[in-house]
DNA sequence: GCAAATAATTCAATCGTTGAACAAATAGCG
DNA sequence: CGCTATTTGTTCAACGATTGAATTATTTGC
């Protein structure tokens, strides 16, 4: 979190220069300028001295790589700007869904290297089947990151669905699974297992997480702290705060679907009464719209209601506008608990956003104790359907630019 | 956060030293037995030669002492125990609330060596008048630490409503105050601006965060990760992640008092419908159970409650059922969204938790997703009332034990 | 009384940062 | 064209903190 704590660890020697290392190449990352070594001096408050040393360090394991230099005023030897290396260690980023298989390369600048997306309905086949399709795509995109210089630093996986530490689905409702042990079954291959010390070759996590991770970490920066929500069949929270996912006790945090609104209202599969699933998920936005949800596949059941809005049919306009409502009275509920100022509506409601804001506007207008003093802003996700397979490989570069003493223990 | 981020500054020699200060001091604050050198050196896998040079700085500090050495089976020299010092640096802990002012002094193992209750009406008092009346009682509490051996390090405020960063208490809406700058009315008085380098000299807060806090720290440790929830007139809650209080973005968080329960119904004074305050407040109890609420003070009344349900009352039985069914909607709501696994019944709520406890248990049972794989415990507080003043008193300390470089380079 | 065992300290070696001096490379100016 | 001012980046002795081994201190058990 957060946080001012001690470290767990002892203090040796060698983590200062981790330390730092971090420090440095932090600052490169966030730099939205290649800044010189001068530059980072003055900017960390190390010696320029310190500055080079790092710097060579971060040069010999191909995290960082000298860039033309950035024309300047005045007299002076001409500074060599520092780049994240766009040839050095890159993240995989898998996801399974409920109607599409998608995989994606995303190197240390967070740019996106590779993208295959398979569109099919995963829910009739068995889990393993469908890991090991996505190892396929998987395949491929490692054979297309080589060809561009790139090594796979990691992967995670993004699954819609409950996972625990040690990588287990305990249950990913509308996927039809449970308790998956998803690493047993990709341990058999070796395209996804290559180590590096310190990193775990596979990490899987819920797909609200992620595309709040991924969300976090585009460009252009936004803010530390916001609440991001997945609105899919279910609708999933990601909990960002101070620049780190809140993940829980468990791991299980951002069950937003299951706040009660209407506490004596529709019974819930969840065994409550009057989840925020009943009034503002997909299925329920379609059948209060009129769409027959049967035909159509969940993807396109938002496109088809968007065009429907845009068109004026009321029926849609009005379902849309009840579902902001309960919407905005869970937002409404979580802003006054947690104080955020910034909520983005993600995955299946960025679509849907130009007629979800504004009631949900009204219901934090309304509740929030604080919205008078400083107002929240709501507004769409800007990596929309791919936040989470994005995000995913952008957790393993992250952890990388974090931590980079890892990385650079093994490509020394 | 808890959160594993790069720090904010750069990785000095001297930060080595600072990082295994607070590592080693941690250890012995965290240890249930005076733990010798050669332990710390195998808890902490740092070499003996190190802790012995850590050790001797926070003696010289006297952040620790040796106590009198652990009877050890077998042979070989005994060991010379270490323990937070009782002489050292102290933290002074404040609080105004609706209706009474407290002092309290927290020594660095969290031992409360003094305290001071003053009961009086607040509602009716300037401001400046009730911070001068408290200036009074803490001049008398820090000449009774300086007798003790005590120095105070630093205060905490504790304030029932929205603080800023700055220490502005911009609303206490029980207090009647509103925009009180605390920090400029505390200014003149001397005996609370002692300077400490690197602590700054008063530090004001929201009674709920301060009260969870205590909680945090109290003996025997209880979990990182909790949410605390002061009933009182309002109903505010502390949010503890992973052993951080989460303050939110501007330091707002935890209004749970306005979570909506009923969408549609009562009318609250935050302008929003049905917020859990009108429900499970201790107003709305206190109406619930026919006891006329304008004749007792706020604590004595929760008292009256309780014995009136202790003696079978049916109108208070079913005021409490129905205000621990309404909180248990609302913190079934946080459980999903957080994930926690602890709620604890804190301030007003403690002596009424046997009743409140079997409602909230029952929604969180009927309502949270992951309910059926790890349970949740609900519990009263262990510190009941003080828990406020002794978590500001501790916050002190608490600063002085995860970052003790400060201290040293005052009292070296 | 002596050996074994455990605790704590001492000391040369090592590693990373520091600060200042030095080399490199350019713009401006006469 | 040559000189100076200016800024960047590197080199090097010094310092501070940790390390690991050797040493001293103190007790139990035989």
């Known amino acids: 979190m957060s946080p001012t704590h001690a470290p767990a660890g002892a203090a040796r020697q060698g983590s200062l220069r981790e330390l730092n290392l971090a420090l440095v190449l932090g600052r490169i990352a966030a730099a939205d300028r290649p800044p010189s070594r001068a530059d980072l001096a003055t900017a960390t408050g190390l010696t320029r001295a310190t500055v080079s040393a790092v710097v060579e360090d971060l040069l010999a394991g191909q995290l960082v790589s000298e860039a033309d230099p950035a024309p300047r005023a005045g007299a002076g030897r001409p500074a060599r700007g520092l780049v994240l290396a766009d040839h050095g260690p890159a993240g995989l980023g898998l996801e399974v869904n409920v109607d599409y298989l998608a995989v994606c390369v995303v190197d240390l600048a967070g740019q996106v290297r590779h993208r295959t997306v398979h569109r099919a309905d995963l829910r009739p086949v068995d889990p393993a089947d469908a890991l090991a399709r996505l190892v396929e795509l998987a395949g491929r995109a490692r054979a297309d990151a080589d060809r561009q210089g790139l090594t796979l630093a990691g992967a995670a996986l993004a699954v819609p669905g409950l996972v625990d530490d040690a990588g287990l689905v305990r249950l990913a409702p509308n996927l039809g699974w449970r308790d998956v042990a998803v690493p047993a079954l990709l341990a058999e291959h070796p395209a996804l297992t290559e180590q590096v010390p310190g990193v775990p070759a596979l990490m899987v996590d819920n797909e609200a997480n992620l595309a709040a991770l991924g969300e976090l ?37 951002g069950e937003i679907g299951h706040l009660p609104v209407h506490p004596q209202g529709r019974p819930c599969r969840c065994g409550g009464r009057g989840c925020l699933e009943q009034y503002a998920g997909q299925e329920a936005i379609v059948a209060a719209a009129g769409l027959a949800r049967a035909e159509l596949p969940a993807d396109t059941a938002t496109v088809r209601l968007a065009e429907l809005a845009e068109a004026g049919d009321d029926a849609a306009l009005r379902a849309l506008r009840d579902a902001g409502t309960a919407l905005g009275v869970a937002v409404a509920g979580v802003v006054n608990l947690l104080d955020l100022d910034t909520v983005v509506l993600g995955g299946g409601y960025a679509p849907l956003a130009p007629w979800l804001c504004p009631p949900v506007l009204t219901e934090i207008a309304a509740r929030v104790l604080t919205a008078a003093w400083s107002p929240v802003t709501v507004r769409p996700s800007t990596l929309g359907a791919e936040a989470a397979v994005v995000g995913a490989a952008g957790s393993v570069v992250r952890r990388i630019v974090a931590r980079p003493g890892g990385w650079l223990a093994r490509c020394g």
Chains 1, 2 share one sequence.
């Open 217 to 253: 970490h585009s460009r252009p920066p936004g803010p530390a702290s916001f609440l991001h929500i997945s609105g899919e069949v279910g609708i999933g929270a990601g909990i960002v705060l101070d620049g780190a996912l809140f993940r829980g006790v468990r791991g299980w945090s």
